[in-house]
């Protein structure tokens, strides 16, 4: 079956693992998180509390468009913080079945959820940097931008009803 490509991109904290994991599973696609498809150096520079450069960025967003193109044209989702419009281009270059799905979450809203989270590498002090970096997506990349404050559960179904 031939079908999107959905990466869920957003700034750490969005949600993007959760919608991404329950979408994939509401569709019975495949579901890779991008935060597996870091170079180990990527994950302990995070954990550091050190942001992430382009030059860092470079061998994950490669890694997130092999995934991509494992899928072979087969439907999957994706999680990827895509923050700049250079990074998502190296997603959607050539590869016309991907969808880009924002989650948009205030400043305020992403602050508690990551002041919340346990377990994760990436500290609450790269929240600045994750919000400087970000350039949301623009109408030419047609994007489907759901509300991060929404339940996991709304924003699964907004989206289904996006991709249509």
């Known amino acids: 079956m031939n079908g999107p490509a959905v990466v869920v ?24 998180d991008g935060d597996e498809l870091h170079p180990p150096a990527n994950i302990a520079k995070m954990k550091r509390g050190e942001p992430l450069d382009d030059a860092d960025r470079a061998p994950y967003l490669a890694n997130v468009a092999a995934w991509i193109d494992e899928l072979a044209g087969k439907p999957g989702v994706v999680t990827c913080s895509a923050l700049k419009r250079a990074y998502r281009a190296v997603l959607t270059d050539g590869r016309p079945q991907v969808r880009i799905v924002y989650l948009d979450g205030s400043k305020a809203l992403i602050a508690e959820r990551v002041a919340h989270r346990k377990g994760h590498f990436m500290p609450p002090s790269l929240n600045d940097s994750q919000f400087a970096d970000l350039e949301p997506p623009g109408p030419d990349e047609h994007p489907i931008v759901v509300p991060a404050r929404l339940s996991a559960e709304a924003q699964v179904s907004e989206i289904i009803r996006a991709l249509g």
Do not use: N
Not at 10 to 27: D, E, H, M, P, Q
């Open 9 to 32: 991109m957003g700034v750490a904290g969005s949600g993007k693992t959760t919608v991404g994991r329950a979408l994939a599973a509401r569709l019975g696609w495949p579901f890779k």
